[in-house]
């Protein structure tokens, strides 16, 4: 099996930044890499981004692109979000997932099916 955890703080004020961590334990080398989700209340999970371990393939939601980055450090297996120029519209909580099937195009690495396992989500809230 394959435990995620995600942790960093959870409250910010809007143009602020804030990095996520999802620590990866267990089998991980039976992952193709990491994705983070998001899912608002009220709303329904949505793609955010994505890294292979390899760090060859990094996609983004049209959303988040330009102010959020993903990455990935093999010997900790760990991969970070860093979010900057952070907005209300960010709120939700956050998710990140081991994917478990290859992934070629970005509609592959959106679809959440391909991600075998998941950690338990961290609240993000940009208020103020």
């Known amino acids: 099996q394959v435990q995620l955890q995600e942790s960093g703080p959870g409250l910010v004020k809007p143009s602020q930044t804030l990095s996520l961590t999802c620590t990866v334990s267990g089998r991980h080398y039976i992952t193709y890499g990491v994705g983070w989700f998001r899912q608002a209340t009220g709303k329904e999970r949505e793609f955010v981004a994505a890294i292979t371990w390899n760090g060859e393939t990094i996609h983004y939601a049209n959303s988040v692109k330009g102010r959020f980055t993903i990455s990935r450090d093999n010997p900790k297996i760990t991969a970070y979000l860093q979010m900057n120029s952070l907005k209300p519209e960010d709120t939700a909580v956050y998710y990140c997932?081991?994917?478990?099937?290859?992934?070629?195009?970005?509609?592959?690495?959106?679809?959440?099916?391909?991600?075998?396992?998941w950690g338990q989500g961290t609240q993000v809230t940009v208020s103020g």
């Open positions: 997932a081991a994917g478990t099937r290859y992934m070629h195009e970005i509609e592959d690495y959106r679809n959440e099916d391909n991600y075998g396992y």
